[in-house]
């Protein structure tokens, strides 16, 4: 279900010049905001969650999310190129499978390790906080390509779409509507962040169990509706 000249073209065309300079641009401004911090204000364990869960956990994750997740698919399917990779003997559902993988290896790379580093950087990793938000960020960049993934898939106003999701709903609504945050991946990565780190300096409304479910549940649904509707695509010369 992995097929290595589809991810190798996926790769391709997500570490293009010009996306490339954009997944580089936020784990940088992370970088300098924590090394700024931490020469400012020294160690102090809640300060480095704040900046981890409301820059990099709420921001820059979903952000990354959206490029790598909508940039493994949607711009084939919008310049119809896509035509050449379904015209070949290929299982769609492989391709989708292929392409999640790649966005989600590039996602990680741009977010978990940049999340693990910045917490390092603030405070040596005290109270195990570099380790569970790098954790965090690595389980949240799965469940954002998988669902940003799908929009790239079902509209083409993907990236538009993914924005809104991110911008808006992740670090606007999921932070301040009490009732919103059961629907947020980032509460389910910080469940998980939470049992790491302890629950004195890291917070989440979702209990673990059930940001587990919900984290495996919005994966698999998301990734079989791609496929799904991958499937449902057809050539000209199938009609």
């Not at 924590?34 to 952000?63: E, I, Q, Y």
């Not at 996602?107 to 603030?122: D, H, K, V």
């Not at 570099?130 to 083409?156: E, M, Q």
């Not at 924005?163 to 009732?179: D, F, K």
Request: overall charge positive; aromatic content about 6%; glycine content about 8%.
């Amino acid at each position: 279900m992995y097929n290595p000249t589809v991810a190798r073209l996926t790769f391709r065309a997500l570490l293009g010049r010009r996306r490339a300079l954009i997944l580089c641009a936020l784990p940088a401004l992370l970088i300098v905001i924590s090394v700024a911090v931490r020469a400012l204000a020294g160690v102090d364990d809640n300060v480095t969650s704040d900046l981890l869960g409301g820059f990099a956990l709420a921001t820059m994750v979903p952000l990354i999310g959206v490029i790598a997740g909508t940039g493994a698919i949607a711009p084939e399917i919008d310049d119809g190129s896509i035509v050449y990779l379904l015209a070949k003997p290929l299982k769609r559902p492989s391709i989708i499978l292929t392409k999640l993988a790649v966005a989600i290896g590039v996602a990680m790379a741009f977010s978990a390790i940049p999340t693990f580093i910045a917490g390092y950087i603030l405070n040596g990793n005290s109270q195990q906080l570099a380790v569970a938000y790098g954790i965090a960020a690595a389980v949240a960049s799965i469940a954002y390509a998988a669902v940003f993934l799908l929009l790239g898939v079902v509209t083409r106003h993907a990236v538009v779409a993914g924005l809104v999701y991110a911008l808006v709903w992740e670090s606007l609504i999921g932070n301040l509507v009490p009732g919103a945050r059961t629907l947020s991946v980032q509460q389910w990565s910080l469940a998980l962040a939470q049992k790491i780190g302890g629950g004195d300096i890291v917070q989440s409304d979702v209990g673990l169990p059930v940001a587990i479910v919900l984290l495996v549940a919005v994966t698999v649904a998301a990734t079989w509706f791609a496929a799904q509707r991958l499937r449902s695509l057809t050539l000209a010369g199938e009609e």
